[in-house]
């Protein structure tokens, strides 16, 4: 249904019809949180919701490119001679700093294009919109110019236009998880070496519901980067005494046994991070053997060890959590994404999603005076094309 209504308006904007068709999903992670930085290990998924962009091509070097999202901003152009960041372009930033690395790699993007873009990934939800929007950019370069760019090139790629142009100091597990998703799959990525697996998700009579704060969360203004300098303090601090080079690499007893070098605040941080990692370990041992109960606990203690020893939770996510854990049919619940608002996720059982809203949604209001919001989550592929046929599309 989007892309109808999307043709609409690019017809509309540019006196023609669109020639293709592309969509790149958003992400969960199910449980690895704030390591990706720190060398360890992430358990992240694509889901249905994510980036459309219908396109066609310029014989100029100009791109225009709309959002359905962001009506009032209009239509926002800019020349591939000139790829410096402007604020005023807004989310377009993102569109730019893709074109600007494949030049910077060598593979500059040969012509413009005009773009209309829609998102049903929440805005500043913690669902990875920038990322789907790169990896979405990438494919649409990579498809109409026939770069050669892999899926792990792609969200390398990806990684840089945050860190280099974007400003958001951030790992490589969003846009890997994109880039490489699989249907009913989710992918173990060891965010050291880039090495990865695919663990089926049987969820059966379970469900997995998003549950979104509506709180938004800006990551480049959110603590994001100071969490990330108080892990580098931290393992600077730890490889006086230890030959590790990320805090994933530390065992819990060496950092026991040399807590007296950190302050309070870097002890708790590296706890947290090799914490979480080795229930990144345990839970995908409780996938294989089937065992729903288990990882629904690991859930519940990742979120426990967000909140008190990251503290990237805040009221809203800890609201969320909590009515959930009390909530009718749960297996388990916790924060994903940065933090600071955003969204959780929770395995419930499918008979039980609609009490499990139901009662979690009216604890919000009375905790928070606003409502949360409710997806049930499939997991989905990586970026595509879609077919467009009259005023229908296929993927």
């Given at each position: ?13 540019f006196d ?5 068709a592309?969509?790149a999903p ?9 390591i990706d930085?720190n060398?360890g290990l ?6 249905t919701?994510?980036t ?7 014989d ?11 009506k009032?901003?209009?239509?926002i152009?800019?020349d ?5 960041y402007?604020?005023a372009h807004?989310?377009?930033n993102y ?7 494949l ?6 993007v ?7 873009v829609f ?5 500043g939800s ?9 990896m979405?950019?990438t494919?649409?370069f990579?498809d109409?110019?026939?770069f ?14 945050e860190?280099l142009y974007?400003g ?5 597990m ?7 998703g699989?249907k009913?799959?989710a992918?173990l990525l060891?965010?050291?070496n880039?090495d990865?697996?695919?663990f089926p998700i049987?969820l ?10 509506n709180?938004?969360r800006e990551l480049a ?5 100071e ?8 393992l600077?601090?730890?490889q006086t005494?230890l030959?590790?080079p990320n ?6 007893a060496d ?6 070098l ?11 991070v ?6 990144v ?6 996938l ?12 519940n203690?990742?979120h426990?060890?967000?909140c008190?020893?990251?503290e ?8 969320l959590?909590?009515?959930?854990w ?12 940065a933090?600071f ?5 929770a395995?419930?059982e ?7 809203t139901?009662?979690?949604?009216a604890?919000y209001?009375d905790?928070?005076?606003y409502?949360a ?6 997991i989905g ?5 879609i077919?467009m046929?009259?005023?229908?599309a296929?993927v």
């Amino acid at each position: 249904m989007h892309v109808v209504t999307m043709k609409q308006e690019f017809i509309k904007l540019f006196d023609h019809a669109p020639e293709h068709a592309y969509f790149a999903p958003g992400r969960i992670n199910l449980i690895g949180e704030h390591i990706d930085y720190n060398g360890g290990l992430v358990f992240p998924a694509p889901i249905t919701l994510g980036t459309y962009a219908l396109v066609s091509r310029r014989d100029d070097t100009l791109v225009k490119a709309y959002s359905m999202n962001f009506k009032d901003l209009g239509l926002i152009t800019f020349d591939l001679n000139n790829l410096t960041y402007d604020p005023a372009h807004d989310w377009v930033n993102y569109i730019k700093g893709v074109a600007k690395m494949l030049a910077e790699e060598g593979t500059p993007v040969p012509s413009g294009l005009n773009l209309v873009v829609f998102g049903d990934i929440p805005n500043g939800s913690g669902l990875s919109s920038s990322a789907s929007l790169e990896m979405l950019t990438t494919y649409i370069f990579k498809d109409l110019f026939n770069f050669n760019l892999s899926p792990v090139d792609s969200a390398l790629l990806g990684k840089k236009v945050e860190n280099l142009y974007i400003g958001v100091n951030s790992g490589i597990m969003d846009q890997f998880a994109i880039a490489l998703g699989k249907k009913d799959h989710a992918v173990l990525l060891n965010c050291e070496n880039l090495d990865y697996g695919y663990f089926p998700i049987k969820l059966e009579d379970h469900c997995i519901v998003i549950m979104n704060t509506n709180k938004r969360r800006e990551l480049a203004d959110s603590k994001y980067n100071e969490r990330r300098s108080e892990c580098e303090s931290a393992l600077s601090k730890l490889q006086t005494v230890l030959n590790a080079p990320n805090l994933c690499s530390i065992v819990l007893a060496d950092l026991e046994a040399h807590k007296n070098l950190l302050t309070e605040v870097e002890y708790r941080r590296a706890h947290h991070v090799i914490t979480e990692n080795e229930r990144v370990k345990q839970a995908t041992e409780c996938l294989k053997a089937n065992n729903l109960e288990e990882f629904g606990k690991l859930l519940n203690a990742s979120h426990t060890s967000l909140c008190h020893d990251y503290e990237v939770t805040g009221k809203e996510l800890d609201a969320l959590v909590e009515a959930a854990w009390e909530a009718p049919g749960i297996v388990g619940a916790r924060m994903t994404g940065a933090g600071f608002g955003g969204c959780s996720l929770a395995i419930v059982e499918k008979d039980s999603a609609e009490a499990f809203t139901k009662y979690v949604g009216a604890k919000y209001v009375d905790a928070i005076g606003y409502e949360a919001s409710f997806y049930i989550a499939s997991i989905g592929d990586g970026p595509t094309c879609i077919q467009m046929e009259g005023d229908e599309a296929h993927v």
